[in-house]
C-alpha cells in the first residue's frame, strides 16, 4: 500500500484490509457454539489491535502515505457500522454484547477523551468521517431492508437500526463534552450536528 502509485490498486487493497473486520466476525461465528461467552473476541482483539497500532505508529507516517492511511481508517469504520447494523436487524442478544464491546474498543482509541497516547491528528480525521459514514451505511441497511421481499415489518427494523444509529453517537457526544482539546470539542460536535440532520428519521 505504501509505495503503489496506482489509485484503484490502493482503493482495491484498502478496502481489502478493511474486510479483515468481517473475517474476524466470521470467525467468533464459527467459535460461538463452541464456546459460552468468551472474554475477549476475534474482533474485539483486531479492533484492538488495528486502533493501537495506528495510534503508536501515526507521527511517523509521512506525508505521501498519510491519506491511504486516513482512507484506510474511513473504510474500517464503514465496515464496522455497516456490520453492527445487519447484527441489529438479527436480533440476537449475542450480538448485542458484540456492539457493546464494538463501542468499548472505540471509547478506549480513537474517541477516548482523554487518552493521551491516541493522537488528536487521528481523533480529528474519525470525527470527521463518524456522522457520514455512519449515515451512510444505515440509509444502505434501510434500503435492504425495503428490498427484502421476506420482511414483513421493515419499519420496526428501521426504528432498530436508527435506534443503533444514534448509540454509535454516545462516544462523540461524550467527547464533544470531555475531550482536553478545544479542538477536539470543536469538530465533535459538528459531527454531532451533522448526524443530527442526517439521521433525522
Do not use: Y
Not at 87 to 102: C, I, S, T
Amino acid at each position: 500500500m505504501h509505495d503503489s502509485k496506482n489509485a484503484l490498486s490502493v482503493q482495491k487493497l484498502i478496502a481489502d484490509l478493511a474486510g479483515t473486520v468481517r473475517i474476524m466476525d466470521q470467525k467468533d461465528q464459527q467459535l460461538a457454539p463452541a464456546i459460552n461467552a468468551p472474554s475477549q473476541s476475534w474482533l474485539e482483539t483486531w479492533m484492538t489491535a488495528f486502533w493501537e497500532t495506528l495510534c503508536r505508529e501515526w507521527a511517523s507516517i509521512d506525508q505521501w502515505r498519510m491519506n491511504k492511511v486516513l482512507l484506510l481508517v474511513r473504510f474500517f469504520i464503514r465496515e464496522q457500522f455497516g456490520l453492527a447494523l445487519e447484527w441489529a436487524v438479527k436480533e440476537d442478544p449475542k450480538l448485542k454484547d458484540q456492539v457493546a464491546r464494538q463501542l468499548r474498543v472505540l471509547e478506549a482509541w480513537p474517541l477516548s477523551p482523554r487518552e493521551r497516547k491516541v493522537p488528536d491528528g487521528l481523533r480529528l480525521h474519525v470525527l470527521d468521517v463518524w456522522a457520514e459514514e455512519l449515515a451512510g451505511q444505515l440509509s444502505a441497511a434501510q434500503k435492504a431492508l425495503d428490498e427484502d421481499a421476506e420482511n414483513s415489518d421493515p419499519e420496526s427494523k428501521k426504528s432498530i437500526l436508527l435506534s443503533l444509529a444514534q448509540e454509535f453517537m454516545e462516544p462523540v457526544r461524550k467527547i464533544s463534552r470531555e475531550a482536553i482539546s478545544k479542538g477536539v470539542k470543536i469538530r465533535a460536535k459538528e459531527a454531532v450536528k451533522l448526524a443530527e440532520e442526517q439521521l433525522s428519521g
